[in-house]
Structure formats: C-alpha cells, structure tokens
C-alpha cells in the first residue's frame, strides 16, 4: 500500500521549533519531489515548502516562511523532513506531505500532487 506518513506536530510556544517528518511506505522517496503543504481552519490548503527528487537540489519555500523553515530529504530512510524554527502563532495548521505527480502548475499548488499524507498537527500558542 503506497501512503505517507506526517509526524512530529504539536503544541510548541512562539519562538519554538519542531520537526516534521514524512515518511513512505510502498514506494521510495528518491525519484519523487515532495512538497509540504498546511491548512489552517477555514483556509485554503497553502503550499509551504518543496524538494526535489534524487539529491533535493531545488528547494522552494512560501515567503511567509523563508528564513525559518528548512526541508531536507534522506533517502536512505526514505522520509522527508520540515525543520520549522522561529514558531509564530500564525504558523498554526495541520501539516501534509505529498509527492509532486504533474507540473501543470507551480511548486505550491496542490492540484500537481499526489499520495497525500493524513496529515499532523502544529499549534504555537502561549
């Protein structure tokens, strides 16, 4: 069965940081560009950061959280990971991982992905 996997969301104060994981299952990783994206309560799914196949040369971030986030990939453990330094309260949402199937549109639109994760929680509250 071919699924991905989020963890490592929580309740962190502002300021905070926490690390996302997103691993798979019934597929490697390596050949397949990831992108991480959030979705806060009565928004839209935004697309927060993305990696590229292979050796993850390319990465891509939304500006709301350039500077703060950090995604990388091991392959060898077939996960990709969300280092998210810097919490803000406006960083609140359930976190997904998906892998990129198409390029009919831009890094951070999710109509290009596929295999989504179920999806974990980050709230940064005081």
């Known amino acids: 069965q071919v699924q991905l996997v989020e963890s490592g969301g929580g309740l962190v104060q502002p300021g905070g940081s926490l690390r996302l994981s997103c691993a798979a299952s019934?597929?490697?990783?390596?050949?397949?560009?990831i992108g991480w994206f959030r979705q806060a309560p009565g928004k839209e799914r935004e697309g927060v950061s993305y990696i590229s196949s292979s050796d993850g040369r390319t990465t891509y971030y939304a500006d709301s959280v350039k500077g703060r986030f950090t995604i990388s990939r091991d392959n060898a453990k077939n996960t990709v990971y969300l280092q998210m330094n810097s919490l803000k309260p406006e960083d609140t949402a359930v976190y997904y991982c998906?892998?990129?199937?198409?390029?009919?549109?831009?890094?951070?639109?999710?109509?290009?992905?596929?295999?989504w994760g179920q999806g974990t929680q980050v709230t940064v509250s005081s």
């Open positions: 998906a892998t990129r199937v198409s390029r009919l549109s831009a890094w951070y639109r999710p109509v290009d992905y596929d295999h």
């Open positions: 019934g597929f490697t990783l390596d050949y397949r560009a």
